[in-house]
């Protein structure tokens, strides 16, 4: 069977209902429905691996599989067992970071990465930790869909993370202007897990 699925339908675990031409309803297994969002604002691009790169990182590499890539470069996570904190890709500084450009309207957009995973992960604990610090504070989000069951994607799909999402404490970012140190992703808190993930485009996105 084939389906076509909605541009704006919402990605995640679902159902498609089924109506028979007799009015008959049914409901098919739950199904993950994936895809990517278009990038909207170049500008708003900070990790894209075609030249906004990492500086330093403990595991993963740059990588362009045909078989894989999105459109172009993209970083891969591929082995393991990972224990601990690893880092992946890390810049500084505030280098290509467009905290500038949104300021204060930190209301009005949203982190967005596109990622691939592989292989299903599981495991309670390990989290994708991803860092925005500056003077304003040390926020921190963990991306973890496996912290309940197996997770893995049929392809790449696109997150999206509030930046309210963000916390330091019960600190909340206010201006992304005030990110100007430390910004990337970590492998973090897992006792110890085999990885084989691909991200790229990590920016943000007026809602």
Same mark, same amino acid.
């Given at each position: 069977m084939e389906v076509y699925v909605p541009t704006n339908a919402t990605i995640g675990f679902g159902y498609i209902t089924i109506i028979t031409y007799e009015g008959d309803e049914g409901l098919t297994p739950q199904i993950f429905i994936g895809g990517t969002d278009p990038i909207v604002d170049q500008a708003l691009v900070f990790f894209n691996f075609d030249g906004k790169n990492s500086w330093w990182g403990d595991i993963g590499a740059v990588e362009n599989l045909a078989s894989l890539s999105l459109d172009g470069n993209y970083f891969?996570?591929?082995?393991?067992?990972?224990?601990?904190?690893?880092?992946?890709?890390?810049?500084?500084?505030?280098?290509?970071?467009?905290?500038?450009?949104?300021?204060?309207? *930190?209301?009005?957009?949203?982190l967005r990465f596109d990622v691939n995973v592989i292989d299903? *992960?599981?495991?309670?604990?390990? *989290?994708?930790a991803i860092r925005l610090k500056g003077s304003e504070g040390d926020f921190w989000y963990n991306w973890a869909p496996w912290k309940t069951a197996a997770f893995k994607t049929t392809g790449w799909i696109t997150v999206t993370i509030p930046i309210s999402d963000f916390a330091d404490g019960t600190k909340h970012i206010t201006d992304l202007s005030k990110i100007d140190s430390d910004f990337g992703m970590a492998w973090n808190n897992s006792d110890g897990s085999n990885l084989n993930i691909c991200i790229d485009n990590v920016r943000f996105n007026k809602n």
């Open positions: 891969r996570i591929n082995g393991g067992p990972y224990a601990g904190w690893k880092g992946l890709f890390w810049r500084n500084g505030g280098n290509d970071f467009p905290g500038s450009i949104i300021g204060t309207n *930190v209301s009005q957009y949203s299903a *992960v599981s495991d309670p604990k390990g *989290v994708i």
